[in-house]
């Protein structure tokens, strides 16, 4: 029978009146295979994934399908978001044999779990075909089966593997040079991102490259970052009326997206908006963080203080189909009904013109030139656009309200938890108001309440308030790189005491001492059919670039040698591989963070959070603070309080010169010149 009723993610759940037999990925599931000599299907996808839906509709709610998979098929349905593991291992194998992957992704195993054939997106009669053919082989020639398996199997690990460093030592980081040319020449300098579509935002790139621009008085680069941001928040990807990005867009002007809004996205752009208004103070960056606020606040934000993880890109339009974007999109004569008399204005606003046109008579609100230099072709002044602008906003947002929402993925991810988090400490650091630290700190009382287990352990997900599954290494990456920002918040040592207990956590249980790098997997759980290194970034910085980072922070919170013997030693490890560095950004900046421009600061005195407030708003990515009102044992604190003052200490290499006095001649000492 079909067991997924008995679980707890929303995207299993929606596949628990198929009519096939599903299985959760354990250990039980697997052992049937083997007893039963069955060939496994391994289905992987998503609760927001839009040809996921397609295909549960057009096969797996089929009957045919099911007597077929029934009858030959130990079947298993995995939600990605879930179980990273179980999708990130199989991912390897459908791209070694297809050259690409995506999901939902469908593997055929042997009943030990290697595979031996995988793809993506299937028609019922292809998928039928290719299954009955599947099982026949495996029935006649299992010798053939075997054979390919064994070498897909080298293939996988051979993936894990990094190419030697020969060199003597971390080369300066002058050399990150050319590999940003070289990056450079993939840069589309008309609408910003890469020149290709889809096009996904990589906030983790970004922000690199902002860092990298302003310690290099790079002003191209710093121009392509402002270009990528204000186009990125231009576009119909960024939702004007109610907030939010949705997760990539399908066309090169960031025009229509895949409508999905994920978590994880928009708490990485937080953080990114929110260091780009700091270096601009550019109000369309403070709009974005605003919105995106109020898109997490009213529909990912549980009572508790967590994030639920997912607006569906499907939603139920007018006839009640659902369809992808149908919540968003807008028909010209219901704009013209809305807007009455003031449509004119909105239709050059927002493009409601070829440009801006989707399909079947819809359009996606986009925007494409400033209302600065739109308010002098309209004839009409910036400030009365701008109101306008704002009230055409709430008055279809309203409207909008009264269909169909997208559905909710209401599990809770720690992971994805802390990269919201992380963004709402950014933007309290950025603009000083107290909602965002709120925020923050709410959420991370409740990761470390509810998802943090006695005996030192994390919890990947939550849901009906019970904690699932151990943790994996982003969680604990993840999580210590938010609660060390959100320490930059508040100067509370708790945070940064508990960013450490977490690290010293995945030190022991999940560090490889012979490759010097973390395991993906906890030693000692469960074990797939190879270990899995995730050393690219991607949409999601990598768990070991994340880690890395977080340990040569800490280090030098810490004055703590062995974190920064280990730190050194993954980037050292890692620099050969960097062909193309957009899978590399955040050792990239990790490799910067050991250039001659980064400094520690350490405020001490009675108004130390008043003078942290001033210097968080200013953009210094190379410079690490601490602060203190009262005595710290802190290392980069300790013995340097004095209640009768304030006092600034500006360190570097170890080494801290007399202090200033003064918060303006600290900013003017720090500052990149």
């Known amino acids: 029978m079909n067991e997924l009723k008995y679980e707890t993610s929303p995207y299993l759940l929606q596949h628990a009146e198929n009519p096939i037999y599903w299985k959760a990925w354990k250990p039980e599931t697997l052992q049937q295979a083997v007893t039963e000599n069955k060939l496994i299907v391994l289905s992987v996808g998503y609760s927001a994934c839009h040809w996921c839906h397609v295909m549960e509709h057009e096969s797996f709610e089929d009957h045919e399908v099911a007597a077929l998979m029934n009858a030959h098929y130990v079947s298993v349905k995995v939600d990605r978001e879930e179980r990273p593991d179980v999708d990130a291992t199989y991912m390897k194998a459908v791209q070694i044999m297809t050259g690409q992957g995506g999901w939902p992704m469908n593997v055929v195993l042997l009943p030990d779990g290697r595979p031996v054939w995988g793809g993506t997106y299937f028609r019922k009669q292809q998928w039928m075909e290719t299954l009955d053919q599947l099982q026949q082989m495996y029935r006649d020639e299992p010798e053939k089966m075997e054979d390919y398996a064994t070498r897909l199997l080298e293939g996988i690990k051979q993936l894990s593997l990094l190419p030697p460093n020969e060199e003597e030592g971390i080369k300066d980081p002058l050399h990150i040079k050319p590999l940003v040319e070289k990056w450079s020449r993939s840069f589309d300098w008309d609408y910003g991102g ?5 096009k996904f935002m990589m906030p983790n790139n970004y922000l690199f490259l902002q860092r990298y621009g302003y310690q290099t008085q790079s002003k191209d680069l710093l121009d392509f970052v402002d270009l990528t941001l ?5 576009g119909g990807l960024f939702d004007t009326l109610g907030g939010g990005f949705s997760r990539y867009s399908v066309d090169m002007h960031w025009h229509v997206p895949h409508f999905e809004k994920m978590l994880y996205d928009n708490g990485q752009l937080m953080s990114l908006y929110a260091e780009a208004y700091k270096r601009t103070k550019n109000p369309l960056y403070k709009e974005v963080i605003d919105k995106t606020h109020f898109f997490i606040k009213t529909e990912l934000t549980t009572p508790e203080g967590a994030f639920y993880s997912a607006w569906d890109a499907d939603s139920l339009n007018s006839i009640g189909h659902k369809e992808e974007g149908a919540f968003y999109t807008w028909e010209k004569e219901e704009l013209k009904s809305i807007l009455g008399d003031d449509f004119p204005l909105f239709e050059k606003v927002f493009n409601i013109n070829e440009f801006g046109f989707w399909e079947k008579n819809q359009y996606v609100l986009i925007q494409t030139e400033p209302l600065e230099a739109l308010s002098v072709t309209l004839d009409i002044t910036e400030d009365v656009l701008r109101r306008k602008k704002e009230q055409w906003e709430q008055l279809l947002y309203k409207e909008r309200e009264k269909r169909h929402k997208p559905g909710l993925d209401d599990k809770v991810l720690t992971s994805w938890n802390a990269l919201m988090l992380k963004g709402y400490a950014d933007a309290y650091k950025a603009t000083g108001e107290k909602v965002y630290v709120d925020a923050a700190i ?11 287990h006695e005996n030192g352990h994390l919890w990947r997900t939550y849901k009906n308030g019970e904690a699932r599954i151990h943790a994996f290494l982003e969680d604990y990456a993840h999580t210590a790189n938010s609660l060390i920002s959100l320490y930059q918040c508040t100067f509370d040592e708790q945070w940064l005491n508990q960013a450490c207990q977490l690290v010293n956590y995945a ?3 999940f560090f490889d001492e012979n490759r010097q790098l973390f395991l993906f997997n906890p030693r000692g759980q469960e074990t797939l059919i190879a270990a899995h290194y ?8 990598a768990a070991n670039s994340v880690m890395a980072n977080v340990l040569y922070t800490l280090s ?7 974190y920064e013997k280990v730190a050194l030693q993954m980037l050292y490890n890692v620099l050969p591989g960097i062909d193309y560095p957009s899978a590399f950004s955040n050792w990239l900046n990790l490799w910067l963070s050991l250039s001659a421009d980064n400094k520690e600061l350490a405020i001490c005195g009675p108004d130390a959070h008043e003078n942290v407030q001033e210097i968080n708003r200013l953009y210094a990515p190379h410079v690490l603070i601490a602060a203190t009102e009262k005595p710290s044992g802190l290392p980069l604190l300790k013995n340097r309080f004095d209640n009768t003052q304030n006092l600034f200490y500006v360190c570097q290499n170890k080494t801290c010169g007399l202090p200033f006095t003064k918060a303006d001649e600290t900013i003017n000492a720090i500052t990149i010149k």
Request: charged share 25%.
């Open 194 to 198: 890469y020149a290709r579509a889809p």
């Open 230 to 234: 204000t186009r990125m928040a231009w």
């Open 442 to 452: 709410k959420n991370a009382s409740f990761i470390t309440s509810r998802l943090w």
């Open 507 to 509: 030190l022991e249980h």
């Open 534 to 541: 995730e050393t690219e970034d991607n949409v999601i910085p």
């Open 556 to 562: 030098l919170y810490y004055d703590n040698a062995y």
